[in-house]
């Protein structure tokens, strides 16, 4: 039971322990929920109180428009986890990650000016969804949705030279949680790295891409607390000077001489940082400064514990590292379904050979005549998000396995039946 807990879908009762009957496992969302019993085991040490006083202005006390020490913090995180290179770039806040998506798609496209052709915005499949539902969604004359990687690296002949490619690249990948690297030559890479935390994946090195992004959606499972940033090449100096001396300007003064700078600004690596701060101002102005000071409580109690007995991260492996074993055991007797291939690998951080820990299952249907895969695992009895919005077919679809424990108990009991069934099904 989850006493004080929302329920999930399937369960109801005080303490979320009694099952709603005939109800389908739930491997659907990407909630990271497995992360709770870590934060109730530190409830008093992460919790954030402020009286309604508190952080009314647009900008902090020391006229900035984002928590330094937060900044500082995420900084520190990185080096001790030896993940990302963080400490001669810029970041940039957002709401969630799925925030900077948009962000990151408009500061790496050119200008608008007639001249140049819209960028080619594209991902390998299978790939994150989101990618192309806001890049078609907030379709601009400075972008567009341009279709998967394997069409343009299949085909140079009908590569127009001018053309920009931005490239989303996620590693570990979203479904199926392998690392990924960019694949068109002198493309701009949006590299995605939710997923690239000790807890999740093994780190070979740490990340060092032009331009990265992170969440705290899947790093401490703070989803709802919509917290994400990126890496960008620095923000010019003038702004930063400009900021501190912004306490009685209006807002329009605060923001003109950098806006004036940014369009003077001819170092392309310059513009992206700078472009998507202005299109975080644009778009909310900045990030809740409640979010940001519970994030920062979070990321300090992370910060304390790491290598000892509480740190997140062995917490975290312990718990994905063995759903996935108990997972693979049951399906690797099945010929009807099949798991994507996960080596154990050497990981950086914990300085040992990990088994592998994925947030997600990237499940094939192997029979013939299960040529819709969700609908196979539907029917029995489990939810899944179907591999046709990653453009990889109706063959595959992906089970989420960083919901609670309840979930994936009854998510690995539905497969566990599903299994046993087969010699009776064919
Ligand atoms: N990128 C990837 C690869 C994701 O899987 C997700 C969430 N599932 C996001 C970005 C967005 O996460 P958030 O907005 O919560 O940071």
Redesign the pocket.
């Given at each position: 039971g989850r006493p004080g807990c929302e329920c999930n879908s399937c369960f109801s009762g005080p303490d979320c322990s009694v099952r709603i009957p005939n109800c389908a496992a739930d491997g659907q969302g990407?909630d990271p929920l497995f992360l709770e019993p870590y934060w109730k085991r530190h409830a008093a040490a992460s919790a954030v109180v402020f009286s309604g006083w508190h952080r009314l202005s647009y900008i902090t006390t020391d006229g900035h428009l984002k928590s330094v020490e937060l900044d500082r913090q995420i900084r520190r995180l990185h080096r001790a986890v030896g993940n990302a290179v963080v400490d001669d770039k810029y970041l940039v806040f957002g709401t969630?990650?799925?925030?900077l998506?948009n962000a990151l798609v408009y500061a790496l496209s050119p200008e608008g000016n007639a001249a140049s052709p819209p960028a080619s915005v594209v991902a390998t499949v299978p790939y994150?969804a989101?990618y192309k539902s806001q890049t078609v969604m907030f379709d601009g004359r400075e972008y567009r949705w341009d279709g998967t990687t394997a069409a343009w690296a299949n085909n140079n002949s009908s590569r127009n030279p001018t053309r920009g490619f931005i490239e989303f690249v996620?590693s570990p990948n979203?479904p199926d949680s392998t690392l990924h690297e960019p694949i068109l030559a002198g493309s701009s890479a949006i590299v995605?790295h939710?997923?690239y935390w000790p807890h999740l994946t093994h780190i070979p090195a740490p990340a060092d891409e032009d331009v990265m992004?992170f969440?705290t959606?899947?790093l401490s499972g703070h989803?709802g607390s919509?917290f994400?940033y990126t890496r960008a090449t620095e923000f010019p100096a003038a702004c930063h000077l400009q900021a501190r001396h912004v306490h009685n300007d209006t807002k329009a003064d605060r923001y003109t001489p950098c806006r004036a700078l940014r369009r003077w600004a001819l170092v392309r690596d310059e513009k992206v940082a700078s472009r998507a701060i202005s299109y975080i101002e644009e778009s909310t102005v900045g990030t809740s400064r409640e979010t940001q000071l519970r994030v920062l409580k979070i990321l300090k109690v992370i910060l304390a514990n790491l290598h000892g007995k509480e740190d997140i991260f062995a917490f975290g492996y312990d718990v994905m590292s063995s759903r996935w074993r108990r997972l693979n055991a049951v399906v690797s007797r099945s010929t009807r379904i099949s798991l994507q291939k996960m080596p154990p690998q050497y990981c950086t951080y914990f300085n040992r050979i990990k088994e592998p820990s994925p947030a997600y299952a990237w499940v094939k249907c192997e029979w013939v005549e299960d040529d819709d895969c969700y609908e196979t695992l539907l029917a029995a009895g489990i939810n899944s998000l179907t591999g046709t919005v990653n453009e990889a077919g109706t063959r595959y679809t992906r089970l989420s396995l960083i919901k609670t424990q309840d979930d994936f108990d009854m998510l690995l009991e539905r497969i566990t039946e599903f299994v046993d069934a087969e010699k009776h099904g064919r």
């Open positions: 990407g969630g990650s799925t925030h998506i994150f989101m996620t979203n995605d939710a997923y992004l969440t959606s899947k989803a919509r994400g």
